[in-house]
């Protein structure tokens, strides 16, 4: 049973760097491509970024464009999520995802077969 593990959120001010990171176990996470998702209060999960199996391309939603930074440590099965510049739109549970999606759906929830549990980003003065 492959289980994700997120870890690394907290409560910032605008501006501020946090680095969240996800750990695969119960599988390889070579063979996964890897993603962040996030939920803000009252609103729906959305995707932040993606990385492919071999870390060859890497995905990103256009409001973090230049913020944040998605990688993975395969030898570790582990991804990380480096934000820097963080805003207060950028509040809300941060959710790390495996699957095999293809180069369509790259950013779809449904392309994702496991998930984190959450974890909580706050960015606020």
């Known amino acids: 049973q492959v289980q994700l593990v997120d870890s690394g959120g907290g409560s910032v001010q605008p501006g501020a760097s946090l680095r969240l990171s996800c750990t695969v176990s119960g599988g390889t996470s070579s063979t996964y491509g890897m993603a962040w998702f996030r939920q803000a209060p009252g609103k729906e999960r959305e995707f932040v970024a993606a990385?492919?199996?071999?870390?060859?391309?890497?995905y990103y939603t256009s409001s973090v464009k230049g913020r944040f930074t998605i990688s993975r440590d395969n030898a570790r099965n582990t991804v990380t999520l480096q934000m820097t510049g963080l805003k207060p739109e950028d509040t809300a549970v941060y959710f790390c995802?495996?699957?095999?999606?293809?180069?369509?759906?790259?950013?779809?929830?449904?392309?994702?077969?496991?998930w984190g549990q959450g974890t909580q980003v706050t960015v606020s003065s």
């Open positions: 990385i492919r199996q071999s870390a060859s391309n890497t």
């Open positions: 995802a495996a699957g095999r999606p293809i180069l369509s759906t790259v950013t779809r929830e449904d392309a994702y077969y496991y």
